[in-house]
């Protein structure tokens, strides 16, 4: 099989390797990283500048890195259509990369409509569009423009297609994925003492974790008063990690929401604030069930892969994509019904009182975690993108 050349086009907000964040950029790095183990594809990265991800992109014997200097006042996770640097960022590497021959320029997120301006100037059998969040858009516009589109779940695959602008045949599903060793790592006891303490948890107690945004979508209110209702309340404790607004560490009208619902038992419930992905595993290992009750259709979530990862037995709404990634034997599912927090406070009950059961299902997750690694993913990727090529001949 002949080995591909690929373009990855990244947004012009943040860079890539991912020095300052952000879910696409840090997934993209990790496909990077784990394509300089076989060097698999040779790839090409279009990224804005930045002075460490630029120091960092030496080290890449695979991945041809080209950055965009845009003098921005702050780097952020927010993209505007309209963004007065996206069509020079477009123009400066369009004269960068003209004169390659790649077999596809894959557009990873961004103003996907937008990039239609630049994208003309290249043969549509090699744009490929890979959606990362809300897929609605002016999909009239896309179906011009992109000859695939990548979903990161089955649930977004249909999603991309339910308005009957684009033809189910022009998805592809390819699963996101992590670093599952960043997770399937132990920490001392005497760490796990440290982080106990800190957090005002006893030595005895059942651990319950959240981690995620502090925003409605993710049902951290229906958490909250299920746990309430639990009968173990008195040695159990609720972990919320996570803030509104990913690290800035900015109270929010619904974060005083919560902490009102939780005053009543705030001794049971703690709210951590942002805890740096690097250092999360830590916080699994003293946590005993995970909780991921969106109220939303999830896309994805990486967040039930990274506890899947740390050994955790699961408790998931049936939302978006979620149920694709869990089974029946790490975790339990419950629809978003009337019955949502009665359902969830009796899986948190037999939970609970039932340790075998935790350890059963958290074995299993680690199993079935494996099938979401960044491994897998350069294989699934390199997979997707020849089935693509070979359709074209």
Known sequence: MEKLKICLIMPNVLPVPATKGGATEMLMTNLLKENEKSGLIDFTCVSVYEEEAEKLSRNYKYTKFIYINQKREN????FETGDSFFI??????YEK???????????????????KYILDKFPKEKRIVHIH??????????????HKFLGISKFTCKLISSDGNIPPEKVELLYNAINTSDFDKTISEEEKDEIRKKYGIGKN??????????????GIKELITAFKKIKNLDNSKLLIVGCANYGERVKTPFDYELEK????IQDKIKFTGYINNNELYKVHNISDIAVIPSMWEELFGLVVVEAMSSGLPLIVTNSGGIPEIVDNECAYIIDKDEKLIDNMAEKLDYLIEHPEIREKMGKHAKIRAKKFDMKE???NFNNVMNKIKNEKK
């Open 133 to 146: 969040g809300n897929p609605f858009g002016d999909n009239k516009i896309n179906n011009e423009v992109y």
């Open 97 to 115: 990369i003209k004169n390659e021959d790649f077999d596809f320029i894959v557009i990873e997120g961004g103003d996907v409509s937008g990039y």
């Open 377 to 379: 993913y350069l294989i």
């Open 88 to 93: 020079p960022y477009m123009d400066e590497f």
């Open 261 to 264: 619902l939780a005053e009543s």
């Open 75 to 78: 780097l952020d996770l927010k």
């Open 205 to 218: 107690d059942n651990v319950i974790i959240f981690f995620g945004r502090t925003i409605p979508e993710k």
